[in-house]
């Protein structure tokens, strides 16, 4: 097993919050015993990164996984140890091999080690650092709890003799616990951080379900004294009539430990406000319009329907089985704890690209949107790294996320163009895929800062510029492989739907391409996919000329709203889901809209 840092730098957030023993994964046995009618695994696959060793690097070719879940059939492999690699595909190889770096800290990356900026430091001096490497040591201690994204392939007697292997083909989601629940809060025991909840009984439609006594415990105060949720009150919370989804695992006791929480009316696909056109939807997502839709503890929902679609046929369009493209921003912390970025008089949040599958959820009977958010992060003392993030770890989480404590905006959206699949020759080729890809390959960068070892934030790379820098180069990539040749031209338009579909591809990409680089020419780090995050080494004005080029993905918010604006255009439609500190009650904080 890799060596493990108990301590990071002590002014770090992440090291106040490993203190505490919720935070910390020998609080919760590999065994659990919860009822399956009650509690389901967050995925079929689940389990702790671990970084191997110098030694055992040439055995493992990528990480360790302490499997937590398996599905049946490799049940007998739960608890112990397994190789986890990429699978050996060109596609692969060319994208996360070509992802893989030597490590060595540059002198600005030793100084945000020593002043609580959480870096990779378990990798720095090793050679041909993959993905997987990356992210199994991006904190201190091998505490990065996964679930598999895709399709798993395993050898349970590999050649070589050793530890079974896990091939996967997309990079493993960070979660927070292994199980779920769907409940109502009834109110605190009176006895510790004890809560009794309800749940939902899925035959009467309503949480007439068993009661059960579950932990609540409270969260870590962060370096400003701010706890990123709360537990009290939670029962009085708006969004605990339609119930919660709780994430997490049973203690070393049985108890069953509330990790992460998300709104089931958040995700539950019940709209309730419809969007009818461009115009309306946009104003919609109008800064002040953000800020009336809903009030601190809410959640609220909206379909913004596109051009030329009706919103009974919008709304008839979303089904079990679609995927779609997120567009996330968040907003600040506002109130007697404001936050320090918050003080000054724009605030502009964060963005982040991700995907959104509308999946059966088995305890309630109805569809749900499964989110994962596509986070390229810069480095921060609390730990949370460039990835790929379930809703639970990077949005629920009591003590890591941010639903409590910031108001978040989501948007899903659908465009058969960009979010469907092309038949080539028998083939599936699906645009989002392509997206998912390059967004990949975008935060493995960022982990390790292209082997810098922490990427410096600047005017022309941030959240928003290298998010959609990923999309603007998975967009070209892909429009230039279907229009490359005549055969798979002719195979696009050989009946009118598929023709139409990728006449929308075509007509976005060039829109988005319009948007995203509004002077014409593509700055040639997006053009030819330059490694320079952050410390370009070009001069000021330089670094301004190259914002410039993409002025609009400078601001969060303006960015997000250009995108949209795209689609709704071409006849998409979007979810908008939206969190204004949801959960317990702190009257410390008070949620800030972006407002530009």
Request: charged share 20%.
């Amino acid at each position: 097993m890799a060596t493990e840092t108990p301590e990071a730098a002590a002014n770090s957030n992440y090291a106040r919050y490993w203190q505490a023993a919720l935070n910390r994964p020998e609080a919760y046995p590999i065994a659990q015993t919860l009822d399956p009618a009650r509690y389901r695994p967050i995925g079929p696959w689940m389990g702790r990164l671990i970084l191997p060793t110098t030694p055992e690097r040439p055995r493992v070719m990528g990480a360790w996984l302490e499997l937590y879940h398996a599905p049946d059939e490799h049940r007998a492999l739960v608890g112990g140890r397994v190789r986890l690699r990429w699978e050996n595909t060109p596609d692969l190889n060319t994208r996360l091999w070509g992802a893989t770096r030597n490590v060595h800290f540059d002198e600005g990356a030793e100084k945000a080690a020593a002043a609580g900026t959480i870096l990779a430091e378990r990798v720095n001096g090793l050679i041909n650092v993959t993905p997987l490497e990356s992210l199994a040591g991006a904190h201190p201690n091998d505490d990065v709890v996964v679930r598999l994204q895709g399709a798993v392939r395993v050898e349970t007697q590999p050649l070589d003799g050793a530890e079974p292997i896990l091939y996967v083909t997309n990079v493993p989601a960070e979660i927070t616990g292994r199980h779920y629940a769907l409940v109502r809060f009834i109110g605190p025991t009176g006895e510790g951080d004890s809560y009794t909840v309800r749940h939902y009984e899925r035959a009467a439609g309503d949480f007439s379900g068993p009661e059960e006594v579950v932990r609540l415990p409270e969260v870590v105060p962060d370096s400003n004294d701010t706890r990123n949720s709360a537990a009290a009150g939670i029962e009085r919370s708006p969004c605990n009539e339609q119930g919660w989804y709780i994430y997490g695992a049973q203690d070393t006791t049985g108890r069953f430990v509330v990790r992460a929480i998300a709104p089931r009316q958040l995700l539950c696909l019940r709209q309730q406000l419809f969007c009818d056109g461009v115009d309306e939807g946009m104003e919609y997502l109008r800064p002040k319009a953000w800020k009336k839709a809903g009030q601190k503890g809410q959640a609220t929902t909206a379909l913004l329907v596109g051009a030329g679609v009706t919103p009974h046929r919008a709304r008839e369009a979303w089904q079990v089985g679609d995927r779609a493209l997120l567009i996330h921003l968040y907003g600040g912390i506002g109130g007697a704890k404001i936050e320090p970025a918050a003080k000054m008089p724009l605030y502009w949040g964060h963005f982040a690209f991700g995907e959104a599958s509308v999946v059966e959820e088995p305890l309630a009977g109805e569809p749900i949107f499964d989110i994962i958010y596509h986070q390229v992060y810069a480095h921060n003392p609390d730990g949370l790294s460039a990835g790929a993030h379930h809703y639970s770890r990077y949005a629920g989480d009591r003590q890591y996320g941010w639903a409590g404590v910031r108001p978040i905006q989501d948007m899903i959206v659908k465009l058969d163009g960009i979010t469907g699949a092309f038949s080539v020759f028998g083939a599936q080729i699906s645009p989002l895929n392509w997206i998912v890809g390059a967004l990949e390959v975008m935060e493995a960068r960022y982990r390790i800062a292209d082997g810098r070892g922490g990427t410096k934030v600047g005017a022309n790379n941030n959240c928003a510029q290298d998010s959609a820098q990923a999309l603007y180069q998975a967009i070209r990539t892909i429009g230039k492989i279907l229009a490359s040749r005549a055969d798979i031209r002719a195979e696009l338009t050989d009946t009118p739907e598929e023709a139409q579909r990728f006449a929308q591809l075509t007509k976005v990409g060039e829109e988005l391409r319009r948007v995203l680089v509004p002077w014409g020419s593509a700055r040639d780090d997006w053009e030819y996919g330059i490694a320079n995050l952050g410390d370009s080494g070009d001069s000021l004005l330089g670094s301004l000329g190259k914002a410039v080029t993409s002025w609009r993905t400078m601001l969060p918010p303006v960015a997000a709203r250009a995108i949209a604006e795209v689609f709704l255009e071409y006849g998409g439609s979007i979810w908008v889901l939206r969190t204004y500190q949801v959960g317990g009650d702190d009257p410390a904080v008070e949620p800030i809209v972006p407002n530009v």
